[in-house]
């Protein structure tokens, strides 16, 4: 019995040995799977640079004033119109009470070749007694301020106001040689003598930046192109239908 024990045992250690042996060389014990590599994150993609912005173009003018190109400041021989059929009847203009040599007729927006007028405005279309008042030692009547602001004041998208004073701010600046100061006699000047005297009464302002008018053989109206900043500048369009008379009748007051 002990002898089949012993060749057991035998048997078993055999058995075992030839086991570890083949799993040494093995290629039959498990192995563990390879750990699994983490992907990397993926990164983000840059959004695409957005265009540049165009920088948006800012006039140094005010907003107010856009619409039209240049003032006119038109200045009527007084005498002359009351000599008309039109100003015959006008005794708030024409009395005998009223020594009036230049007045103003108008400050009007204009066009290169042309003039807005009658434009739509959110002032009201009536000036107020008060303001228009304040404007008669430039314009001789009250339904004159009106008619202006209607017809052209509307025009500069300026306020009644603003309007107003910019048209004082343009008289105040001009200088009137002492031929077309006073009324008290009749004079005889040709067109060119009237601009050259303007022209040498105020420095900066430049023949063509002025337009005579005449009715037949009388001074009827000295026009004066600005810029908005009131700077003078060459007159265009219907301003340069000048008169050019030798001998011009600027008539006396009544």
Same mark, same amino acid.
């Given at each position: ?99 009036? !040599? ?9 066009? *290169? ?5 009658? &434009? ?57 040689? !002492?031929?077309?100061? !006073? ?30 008018? &005449? ?9 004066? &192109?600005?810029?908005?900043?009131? !700077? ?9 239908? *000048? &008169? ?11």
């Amino acid at each position: 019995m002990r002898r089949y024990t012993g060749f057991v045992a035998l048997a078993l250690m055999m058995v075992l040995s030839l086991w570890f042996g083949l799993g040494e060389k093995g290629g039959n014990r498990l192995t563990p799977p390879p750990a699994t590599q983490q992907q990397p994150a993926p990164t983000a993609q840059p959004k695409p640079a957005r265009p540049a912005e165009k920088p948006v173009q800012k006039t140094s003018l005010p907003a107010t004033e856009q619409g039209f190109d240049y003032y006119v400041l038109s200045l009527s021989w007084s005498p002359s119109y009351c000599q008309s059929d039109e100003g015959a009847g006008n005794r708030q203009q024409c009395g005998s009470n009223r020594d009036l !040599s230049l007045v103003v007729h108008g400050f009007w927006p204009q066009f *290169v070749d042309g003039y807005p007028q009658f &434009c739509g405005s959110s002032e009201p279309e009536r000036v107020p007694d008060d303001l228009a008042r304040r404007q008669l030692d430039l314009l001789p009547t009250v339904g004159l301020v009106g008619h202006q602001w209607r017809k052209h004041g509307t025009c500069s998208n300026l306020s009644q106001r603003a309007y107003f004073a910019k048209l004082r701010a343009a008289w105040n600046q001009l200088k009137l040689p !002492s031929d077309l100061s !006073s009324a008290g006699q009749q004079k005889t000047l040709s067109t060119d003598r009237i601009v050259s005297q303007l022209t040498a009464a105020n420095p900066g302002l430049i023949a063509s930046a002025i337009d005579v008018t &005449c009715d037949g053989s009388k001074l009827d109206e000295i026009r004066i &192109c600005l810029n908005k900043d009131l !700077s003078y500048r060459e007159c265009s369009g219907d301003n340069r239908r *000048v &008169c050019r008379r030798d001998r011009l009748v600027l008539p006396a007051a009544p």
